[in-house]
């Protein structure tokens, strides 16, 4: 069955550095999205992209996040200047449709020290 | 705004026995709901869905419920085994398409 990937699965950086976390949607989904999850929480919203440009963003994706599709498989998130507050765990997903349910990878875990 | 809530944060059922998980969303908009189930050190993997046309669907040893009076879903699972011992979510989508998540509930199954 076909899946989403994440990579990496870990990520550790300094407070201040620029991450990059990446993702290969389902390759026939049109619709992608970050996601993230703090320790013990809810999965939260951060943004929604389809044809190469964001549909909806959360309060959460400030002008530190950004997104990207640089070529037809992957789909990049970015956070400019990483805050401990960052640490989280990063989950992509896509979906078929815009009515279709989302399939999410295994997430990346972002720690920022 | 759409918040989507579970009554319990925690759920343990007898190894044999069915399984109910609450969740009450706000946003009577919502058109589309999903559960999820997810696993530690796991992404959310999606189980069933319902859209607000509909107030029961059937799956594999799963069964949800909506309830639009009073903006109410759950999720039944018969036969629990200790292969579903995990966290679930409801997840509600806004007008727009995003998914709005429910806080999560664990069940622990006993064998």
């Known amino acids: 069955e076909p899946e989403v990937t994440q990579t990496p699965s870990h990520q550790v950086t300094q407070m201040g550095q620029e991450v990059i976390l990446r993702c290969v949607p389902i390759s026939n989904h049109l619709y992608f999205y970050w996601y993230r999850q703090i320790l013990g929480q809810k999965v939260e919203f951060l943004v929604s992209?389809?044809?190469?440009?964001?549909?909806?963003k959360s309060e959460i994706f400030d002008d530190q996040f950004s997104v990207e599709r640089p070529d037809g498989s992957n789909f990049t998130l970015k956070i400019r200047s990483t805050k401990l507050e960052d640490s989280a765990m990063y989950f992509c997903a896509s979906s078929e449709t815009a009515g279709s349910p989302l399939h999410f990878g295994n997430g990346t875990r972002l720690t920022v020290t | 705004g759409e918040s989507v809530g579970l009554h319990l944060p925690t759920l343990s059922v007898q190894e044999g026995d069915n399984s109910i998980i609450n969740c009450a969303y706000s946003n009577s908009a919502s058109d589309y709901f999903i559960w999820y189930k997810q696993e530690s050190g796991k992404g959310p993997q999606f189980i069933i869905d319902i859209r607000s046309n509909m107030d029961k669907r059937q799956g594999q040893r799963v069964t949800v419920l909506l309830n639009k009076t009073v903006k109410h879903l759950s999720l039944q699972i018969a036969a629990t085994q200790p292969g579903d011992s995990a966290v679930y979510f409801c997840?509600?989508?806004?007008?727009?398409?995003?998914?709005?998540f429910g806080q999560g509930t664990e069940l622990s199954v006993k064998p």
């Open positions: 992209f389809y044809n190469n440009e964001i549909s909806e």
């Open positions: 997840a509600g989508r806004e007008q727009g398409g995003k998914l709005i």
